[in-house]
């Protein structure tokens, strides 16, 4: 039920501001953007999430186009443990609506 | 947030057995799941464990195989039953509230069958 569209894999130096694409041009007027991402062997971590205006948090800023259509995460200093696979997913927020994740993207950090 | 713990960790299982996994959240939670992640794969969603009635599952995924139990608000069961090699995955617990706009997840149960 995915209905998002992320590279499989891109590479970032480390100290240097990591962006992240994803296309979500089906998206809902109800629907919010939301990031995860899951290091190896590790449960996923909510990242930060928004509707339409950009937001941004201690972890990280999300840039969502003004149709809506697609969105970027950004890294503004990304470190090596910032390497791992990050998930762009749409769904209304504050009810039941689960979570679908899609294919992600694996963000390489290298020195 | 919650804080969801998952057990065992991992486990190795031999082919025909079934595998019961414990997922505790540390408060009352509305809302409870159970995701699969094969490996090199991203997380399927298997089911919602709902409190009080039987799970509600997701197409391609039945309950004689995933049995899942929800005897409170703070806890769930998910069992691996009549285990294949093709179920070796990691499982994933995780639990959300409706006043919560994102949900938490467990650190997962890996699981090898051979």
């Known amino acids: 039920d995915a209905k998002t569209t992320q590279p499989p894999s891109m590479d970032c130096a480390e100290g240097r501001a990591a962006n992240l694409p994803c296309n979500h041009s089906?998206?809902?007027?109800?629907?919010?953007v939301y990031w995860y991402r899951q290091i190896h062997s590790q449960g996923p971590q909510y990242i930060i999430h928004?509707?339409?205006n950009n937001e941004t948090n201690e972890m990280a800023s999300l840039i969502i186009t003004e149709d809506r259509k697609s969105s970027t995460l950004i890294l503004p200093h990304a470190t090596l443990r910032d390497t791992a696979v990050y998930y762009c997913?749409?769904?209304?927020?504050?009810?039941?609506?689960?979570?679908?994740f899609g294919s992600g993207t694996k963000l390489n950090v290298k020195p | 947030s919650a804080v969801i713990s998952q057990k065992p960790s991992r486990d190795i299982c031999q082919r025909g057995t079934s595998l019961t996994i414990q997922c505790q959240v540390d408060?009352?939670?509305?809302?409870m799941f159970w995701y699969r992640q094969q490996p090199g794969q991203s997380l399927t969603l298997i089911a919602t464990?709902?409190?009080?009635?039987?799970?509600?599952?997701e197409s391609g995924f039945v309950i004689d195989k995933f049995p899942i139990s929800r005897p409170n608000l703070t806890f769930s069961t998910l069992t691996v039953s009549n285990m294949s090699p093709e179920d070796s995955s990691i499982y994933l617990c995780?639990?959300?509230?409706?006043?919560?706009?994102?949900?938490?997840f467990g650190q997962g149960t890996r699981l090898t069958v051979v």
């Open positions: 997913i749409v769904r209304v927020a504050n009810n039941f609506n689960k979570f679908y």
């Open positions: 464990a709902n409190q009080g009635s039987e799970a509600t599952y």
């Open positions: 928004g509707l339409k």
């Open positions: 089906t998206i809902s007027g109800n629907e919010y």
């Open positions: 995780s639990a959300q509230d409706p006043g919560d706009t994102e949900a938490f």
């Open positions: 408060s009352q939670v509305t809302m």
